[in-house]
T-cell receptor, first 115, second 112 residues
């Protein structure tokens, strides 16, 4: 089954404790992206990657890092999480930055709480 | 950069009625406008899209219209059903190397 797999689904952590949210896709997509979803603000892009070893900042990159060492994986790293990073996070992949005819394939989300 | 505004933020309709969600965009170079549906506990999923060279596109009970002059586009759902209850996001992307920008979302509730 074609899918984007995010882990974990839920995470509660403390301020300053480094964490990684993993994202893997099995569709051989070149484009991958991370979003955070907050009430009233919709989906805001954190980072994106056009291909292996090619990453760039989105609209809200502060406090986050990413890497794209393999085509299928695009982990999101919070080096020193803070409470304002409490949010619902989505990883997405697609054939292109527009999504093409099939659109973006989103993961099921990671609900992160930083206390 | 591109700015997409979406209205209303919440919408309740009776089953069988129509629902309309509206979005405006700021960048006149935007040329691709997808709509995503997010069901509870899931990631968004593409339901329909439209490109700037057409004014309307229809797929069964859903349709999207685009007014390039006014820079707005709308999602129309007819004969609504309970399974249409979800959060809907509009989005836009300019023709340059920019990224897809999403609206703030509309929570649609279809009342039985």
């Amino acid at each position: 089954e074609a899918q984007v797999t995010q882990n974990p689904r839920y995470l509660i952590t403390v301020t300053g404790k480094k964490l990684t949210v993993t994202c893997s896709q099995n569709m051989n997509h070149e484009y991958m992206s991370w979003y955070r979803q907050d009430p009233g603000l919709g989906l805001r892009q954190i980072y994106y990657s056009m291909n292996v070893e090619v990453t760039d900042k989105g609209d809200v990159p502060e406090g986050y890092k990413v890497s794209r060492k393999e085509k299928r994986n695009f982990p999101l790293i919070l080096e020193s999480p803070s409470p304002n990073q409490t949010s619902l996070y989505f990883c997405a992949s697609s054939l292109s930055r527009t999504g093409g005819g099939e659109g973006y394939t989103f993961g099921s989300g990671t609900r992160l709480t930083v206390v | 950069g591109e700015n997409v505004e979406q209205h209303p933020s919440t919408l309740s309709v009776q089953e069988g009625d129509s629902a309309v969600i509206k979005c405006t965009y700021s960048d006149s170079a935007s040329n691709y406008f997808p709509w995503y549906k997010q069901e509870l506990g899931k990631g968004p999923q593409l339901i329909i899209d439209i490109r700037s060279n057409v004014g309307e596109k229809k797929d069964q009970r859903i349709a999207v219209t685009l007014n390039k002059t006014a820079k707005h586009f709308s999602l129309h759902i007819t004969e609504t059903q309970p399974e249409d209850s979800a959060v809907y996001f509009c989005a836009a992307i300019p023709g340059s190397a920019r990224q897809l920008t999403f609206g703030s979302g509309t929570q649609l509730t279809v009342l039985p």
